[in-house]
């Protein structure tokens, strides 16, 4: 799935490029479009009483971006492990197609009271978008 974040000049440092920083909020932003793209949004998890922490973020920067640049984000499930998962981004100049990072991001499934859920268990609907997610991003990784 692919998301697109229009830069804004408030995300710009004293050099006049976009701080590091908010690489990690596009992140945050394609993750909760991806989740609209499966078909099971992050609110309606949240209503199943379902949170999603982050448990560790990883980011390169290859090129810097700059203010009133698109960035496409590629956005990937590369693994589920029944309460963890990570993604994978790959962001790119919408214009050139010039990486400007390649990240990803750790996250778990808990109970709103911090106690770990089986996701299969207690929302198969889901589990299922899940694991679809997964063998469809695997397998355009292998093509």
């Not at 701080?19 to 990690?24: A, D, L, R, T, W």
């Not at 596009?26 to 993750?31: C, F, I, K, Y």
Request: charged share 30%; proline share 3%; net charge neutral.
């Amino acid at each position: 799935m692919k998301y697109t974040h229009q830069t804004q000049y408030y995300e710009t440092d004293q050099m006049g490029i976009i701080h590091h920083s908010n690489y990690i909020r596009w992140m945050e932003e394609a993750r909760i479009a991806y989740m609209d793209y499966l078909g099971f949004p992050y609110k309606k998890v949240e209503e199943c009483g379902i949170i999603s922490p982050v448990l560790s973020v990883q980011c390169d920067y290859k090129s810097m971006t700059h203010f009133g640049e698109r960035v496409s984000i590629e956005v990937k499930l590369t693994s589920f492990k029944g309460v963890k998962y990570e993604i994978s981004y790959v962001m790119r100049d919408e214009e050139t197609q010039e990486i400007r990072a390649t990240a990803s991001s750790q996250h778990c499934y808990l109970k709103k009271d911090g106690h770990p859920v089986n996701i299969k268990k207690e929302q198969p609907a889901l589990y299922e978008k899940i694991l679809c997610a997964l063998k469809e991003d695997n397998y355009e990784k292998r093509n």
